[in-house]
């Protein structure tokens, strides 16, 4: 047993990458699995996997009768005879790097003819060329420094993740202490935002941002509009706050649909000056969320949307946590709590009105410890959503926690561009000048937004990576005050 002569390797990490250029595909090995191919004493289960990969001797077939399968990630520009897709040696803290490979007319008329489930033959034969012809074009598209196609033995079933990115060496480590340092965004939200029209779209994509659109999978509303049902009955003499408000859309949004007064709450400077511009009908107020400057009862309802992670996570030995932990009912553990959320809930308690009501918002889990997010430029961690419910408890609140795709009532099934399709979009949009909005596409509202056409695009059910977070991640809990 021995690997296939036309194999290349290169080192990645603490692994190694074999890789196959005659079908488009590899795989990243250990060195123990290294000597057991040199020693003939591989497992039948790996054994199976290498060679369906065209790793070993004498495991590739007839390749026109191979599937062309194209990498998700990558598109073609017609009007401009070239492909865009991802640069596998450069990967960044928010993704790849893309570049652009040249297109003859041949070229652009077989990867136009690819469907993902024709073959080499087929494409062959449809373009009245030889299968070398095409296999000629292929090899280009199939090196380490491209990876833009695969060869499959058939059509596949679902897309499996060797698809979705190019095998590439690890991304940069942002070098933050992600264990228990704990996390502090004060000056970050004072200083380091600067451009409040696209700050959502280049640097901290939200939910509420991506559909800030009319949308299939909020049944053709904004987000703002369905977000206005959860707030129960809201009159002309009730003040509504928002805290944490973001480009200033969910406050356009929901002023529009409801008659209170509309007061907006955010630290940063920036994204209050942006926010004017957007809705100028509110009320805008410099403030922080754990110390909210408002009288003791006296706001009707309140939102905050997915600015949870933005307040403090502490370490267990920091100060103000062991008597909340006493007070609360909260188990100690050796992980970070988010003290900055728990001192919201505090706030929200100390400036609701009898019969008050409010919802908030942010990715996390029930009961799991926290956890940062890895693709941001500063350091969001997780919500523990069951701590949060005990210190409403304990404040006076009655709390109802749901996952976020329930109170919105999304229609799951509704499609929207899928992630590696949206990051070749957008890095295409930038290469040329043009600002692309992190929105959750559909092929209409795409269409529409790109300056020239791109083929493919791929498009997926909301429950799958798009240019805004998961929803699956996500969680709402209504507070509401006796």
């Known amino acids: 047993m021995s690997l296939h002569q036309q194999v290349i390797s290169w080192p990645l990490a603490e692994r ?35 060679s369906s990969l065209g790793l070993l001797k004498d495991t590739i077939q007839d390749r026109a009768y191979a599937v062309i399968v194209r990498m998700r990630g990558v598109t073609a520009l017609p009007q401009r005879h070239c492909l865009w897709h991802p640069l596998p040696n450069q990967p ?17 008329a077989v990867w136009l003819a690819i469907t993902d ?23 280009e598209w199939m090196g380490p420094n491209v990876q833009a196609v695969q060869l499959r033995p058939a059509p596949l079933k679902r897309v499996d993740p060797t698809l979705l990115a190019p095998l590439s060496p690890p991304r940069p480590d942002l070098g933050r202490d992600r264990v228990g340092t704990g996390t502090d965004l004060l000056a970050y939200h004072q200083d380091a935002i600067t451009d409040g029209s696209t700050h959502f779209d280049d640097r901290e994509t939200t939910i509420a941002h991506s559909y800030a659109e ?5 049944h ?7 977000l206005a049902r959860v707030l129960g009955d809201v009159t002309p003499d009730m003040v509504l706050a928002e805290v944490g408000c973001g480009t200033g859309e969910l406050a356009r949004d929901l002023s529009s649909v409801v008659s209170a007064v509309y007061v907006r709450v955010d630290l940063s400077p920036e994204l209050l000056r942006h926010q004017a511009t957007v809705c100028s009908a509110t009320h805008g107020v410099m403030g922080d969320a754990t110390a909210l400057p408002f009288a003791d009862g006296s706001i009707d309802r309140l939102i905050s949307n997915e600015i949870l992670a933005d307040l403090a996570a502490v370490p267990p030995e920091a100060l103000g946590v062991a008597e909340r932990l006493d007070t609360y009912g909260i188990a100690a553990w050796q992980h970070l709590y988010n003290l900055g959320s728990w001192r919201f809930l505090e706030e929200i308690a100390r400036v609701l009105t009898p019969n008050g009501r409010a919802w908030v918002s942010e990715f996390g889990t029930v009961d799991a410890p926290p956890q940062e ?21 304990g404040v006076g609140l009655v709390a109802t926690l749901k996952p976020l795709h329930e109170w919105l009532e999304v229609d799951r099934s509704a499609v929207h561009i899928s992630r590696p399709s949206w990051q070749a979009a957008r890095a295409w949009s930038r290469a040329n000048g043009h600002h692309l909005q992190a929105r959750a596409y559909t092929p209409s509202t795409l269409a529409d937004a ?5 083929v493919p695009l791929h498009f997926v059910p909301v429950t799958e990576p798009g240019p805004s977070p998961l929803w699956s991640r996500f969680w709402g809990l209504l507070l509401e005050k006796a």
Do not use: N
């Open 373 to 393: 997010t890895t693709h941001l430029d500063h350091p969001e961690v997780s919500i523990t959503f069951a701590h949060l419910e005990a210190v409403a408890r």
């Open 220 to 226: 053709g509303e904004r987000y703002g509009a369905r």
């Open 214 to 218: 009319p949308h299939p999978a909020l």
């Open 117 to 139: 489930t024709k073959t080499v033959s087929d494409v062959a034969d449809k373009l009245t060329v030889s299968c070398g012809d095409v296999l000629q074009i292929l090899a």
């Open 92 to 108: 960044g803290p928010g993704g790849f790097a893309y570049g652009r490979t040249e297109l003859t007319e041949l070229g652009l």
């Open 16 to 50: 190694t990458v074999l890789w196959q250029p005659l079908l488009g595909r590899g795989l990243a090995v250990h060195d123990e699995t290294l000597q057991a191919i040199a020693k003939s004493e591989l497992p039948p289960p790996l054994r199976r996997r290498l």
């Open 450 to 454: 790109l300056a020239e056409p791109m």
